[in-house]
T-cell receptor, first 110, second 112 residues
Framework: TQLLEQSPQFLSIQEGENLTVYCNSS?????LQWYRQEPGEGPVLLVT?????EVKKLKRLTFQFGDARKDSSLHITAAQPGDTGLYLC??????????FGAGTTVTVRA | GAGVSQTPSNKVTEKGKYVELRCDPISGHTALYWYRQSLGQGPEFLIYFQGTGAADDSGLPNDRFFAVRPEGSVSTLKIQRTERGDSAVYLC??????????FGPGTRLTVL
């Protein structure tokens, strides 16, 4: 049983469209991280959010941490084929052990 | 500088055999983690080292799994009497401050 539930499991969109991926839990986390993973590679860290209500932007990606530090969202504006990949959220109840969601597979069609 | 490296990238073995998986962390990173990722799932925590000692091995599934980090740098994950259910991608990560973990490419283990 995974502490973090991600939705949707799969997402296929056309280039230029927007998308949002959700990460929810009943547990409180001291921090939450988003990773992107491509086939045959390890996860690559995109962002870490720490404060409830925090919003971070990374070019066309916007990350939000819920006020209660139990949930998060990732929004991609004007998606490009290079955004294709498996997006994983991971929560840290303490300082080090990460609990991952099952991931959202995003496919951006040209 | 170089990232986390893992060897081998692929390992095929037969049920009952012993395997060793190696991880070279980023230079200077004191913390090292092992995770296991099954198909269609996110990584699952196995063990965490701070320096040479295993600070948390609560994720190891049973006593067939063991990991060492004798000099506080390179780590080896050892699996005895492998079973088909051990087939997965084994990921290693290292960090300096605990929160930002940097992952290697993983070792894909297949137990026939």
């Amino acid at each position: 049983t995974q502490l973090l539930e991600q939705s949707p499991q799969f997402l296929s969109i056309q280039e230029g469209e927007n998308l949002t991926v959700y990460c929810n839990s009943s547990s409180v986390f001291s921090s939450l991280q988003w990773y992107r993973q491509e086939p045959g590679e390890g996860p690559v860290l995109l962002v870490t959010v720490v404060t409830g209500g925090e919003v971070k932007k990374l070019k066309r990606l916007t990350f939000q941490f819920g006020d209660a530090r139990k949930d998060s969202s990732l929004h991609i504006t004007a998606a490009q084929p290079g955004d294709t990949g498996l997006y994983l959220c991971a929560g840290a109840p303490g300082d080090y052990k990460l609990s991952f969601g099952a991931g959202t597979t995003v496919t951006v069609r040209a | 500088g170089a990232g986390v490296s893992q060897t081998p990238s692929n390992k095929v073995t037969e049920k009952g055999k012993y395997v060793e998986l190696r991880c070279d962390p980023i230079s200077g990173h004191t913390a090292l983690y092992w995770y296991r990722q099954s198909l269609g799932q996110g990584p699952e925590f196995l063990i965490y080292f701070q320096g040479t000692g295993a600070a948390d091995d609560s994720g190891l599934p049973n006593d067939r799994f063991f990991a060492v980090r004798p000099e506080g740098s390179v780590s080896t994950l050892k699996i005895q009497r492998t079973e088909r259910g051990d087939s997965a991608v084994y990921l290693c990560a290292s960090s300096l401050n605990g929160r930002a973990q940097y992952f290697g490419p993983g070792t894909r283990l297949t137990v026939l």
